[in-house]
């Protein structure tokens, strides 16, 4: 059974950082590419950043550049993004998604594309 699950969410101080996780399991992760996806109370959901599953190469969306961090641990079939400096506009579920075959992976982040298998998501809430 495919599952992506993730953890690590919660109620962070603006200014702190967390580590979100995304478990893989029921298929070889290395194979994938791995976004990170967000969808603040009311809003669109939002590609957040995306690893490829060749050189590791990386994109973020504007709004998180140089406070985020993607990467991915294939032995242990989890990915991560560190988040840093968190604002209360990071308030949001957090869902990570993996896709085969993706060869472009700013579309990933986006315009969602190429992502087949979704986790159900966890909470990030920033505030004072």
């Known amino acids: 059974q495919v599952q992506l699950v993730e953890s690590g969410g919660g109620l962070m101080q603006p200014g702190g950082s967390l580590r979100l996780s995304c478990a893989a399991s029921?298929?070889?992760?290395?194979?994938?590419?791995i976004g990170w996806f967000r969808q603040a109370p009311g809003k669109e959901r939002e590609g957040v950043a995306c690893?490829?599953?060749?050189?590791?190469?990386?994109y973020y969306a504007d709004s998180v550049k140089g406070r985020v961090t993607i990467s991915r641990d294939n032995a242990k079939s989890t990915a991560y993004l560190q988040m840093n400096s968190l604002k209360p506009e990071d308030t949001a579920v957090y869902y990570c998604?993996?896709?085969?075959?993706?060869?472009?992976?700013?579309?990933?982040?986006?315009?969602?594309?190429?992502?087949?298998?979704w986790g159900k998501g966890t909470l990030v809430t920033v505030s004072s």
């Open positions: 029921g298929f070889t992760l290395d194979y994938y590419a």
């Open positions: 998604a993996a896709g085969l075959g993706v060869q472009d992976i700013t579309m990933v982040v986006t315009m969602g594309y190429g992502m087949d298998y």
């Open positions: 690893i490829s599953s060749s050189d590791g190469s990386t």
